[in-house]
């Protein structure tokens, strides 16, 4: 949406545990900064007891944008 980007991902439960998350994201949204120059920010909603995608987005220095309830938004200018 203009010049935002909203992240969303899965991976199979039979794959977690493998650093898959971590490569998944941060190729993608390398890939969509070369296909989107236009894309400046991206952000993914996080429930709150999900630790493993909360670590995944600090790892990729990602900040708190908002919590609501269960959920935390992050955010990342490219």
Request: some cysteine; hydrophobic content about 40%.
């Amino acid at each position: 949406k203009g010049s935002q980007a909203k992240i969303n991902y899965l991976i199979d439960p039979c794959y977690h545990g493998q650093g898959l998350g971590l490569t998944l994201l941060k190729m993608g949204v390398e890939n969509l900064k070369n296909q989107h120059p236009e894309i400046i920010e991206v952000f993914g909603q996080v429930y709150e007891d999900n630790l493993a995608s909360i670590k995944i987005f600090e790892k990729l220095n990602y900040s708190v944008l908002k919590r609501e309830a269960n959920l935390l938004t992050f955010a990342s200018r490219l």
